[in-house]
């Protein structure tokens, strides 16, 4: 079975900069998650959604983040315009329907540089 | 916030020892997960423990879990090199109703071979 596939793996951009990450679930899953890990800490959740619906957005920074899943398969997080404080590792995670306990699987992640 | 923090934050030690980590949390939950993220890795999961559990095995993995003290430990027998990770426990989102995972900040254990 194919696990969480994202991209691209690097990115250095520039502050104020655009930059796009794309996330690939497992087949079938219908929950995905987007989260922040900064250097030193644990991951934080951004955005999670059920098919192509949002349940929480509520840690997503709005006026610079945005992300979506159009057909309730497929990924997009976008962040315009970066900050410094944006570098950080963005990791997705996918699992079946989104019930208390499911395991979440992750992908590899995306490590982001602003500069 | 809900963040978990483990305990210790690093810790070292030589193959074949055996290695605790602890997590304490702040809000009631349904379970709490351990997850294991090798560098420049993904999180895998390692085990689930339900609030209603106190104890559970999986292999070399022990997990422990007392919600009157709201603390987590995972212990690790016999380590061997490839146990060098660092290891996170992550509690769900009980409050927002939604599987949610908050993170604790990570141990990052040494295995030395």
């Known amino acids: 079975e194919a696990g969480v596939a994202q991209s691209p793996r690097y990115k250095i951009i520039e502050k104020r900069q655009s930059v796009a990450f794309w996330c690939n679930p497992i087949?079938?899953?219908?929950?995905l998650y987007w989260y922040q890990q900064i250097l030193g800490q644990g991951p934080k959740l951004l955005i999670q959604f059920q098919n192509n619906g949002v349940v929480d957005d509520s840690q997503l920074p709005k006026d610079r983040f945005s992300a979506e899943r159009l057909k309730g398969v497929d990924s997009t997080l976008k962040i315009q315009p970066a900050k410094l404080e944006d570098s950080a590792v963005y990791l997705c995670?996918?699992?079946?329907?989104?019930?208390?306990?499911?395991?979440?699987?992750f992908g590899p992640g995306t490590r982001l540089l602003v500069l | 916030s809900q963040q978990g923090e483990e305990d210790p934050q690093a810790l070292s030690i030589q193959e074949g020892e055996n290695a605790t980590m602890n997590c304490s949390y702040k809000t009631s939950i349904n379970n709490l997960q351990w997850y294991r993220q090798n560098s420049g890795r993904g999180l895998v999961h390692l085990i689930l423990?339900?609030?209603?559990?106190r104890e559970k095995h999986s292999g070399r993995l022990r997990v422990t879990l007392d919600t009157s003290k709201k603390s987590s430990s995972l212990l690790i027998t016999a380590s061997r090199a490839a146990d060098t990770a660092s290891y996170f426990c992550a509690t769900d989102g009980r409050q927002t109703g939604a599987n949610n995972l908050f993170f604790g900040t990570g141990t990052r254990l040494t295995v030395i071979p």
């Open positions: 423990i339900r609030s209603n559990e």
């Open positions: 995670a996918s699992s079946l329907g989104g019930d208390y306990g499911e395991t979440q699987y």
């Open positions: 087949s079938g899953h219908a929950t």
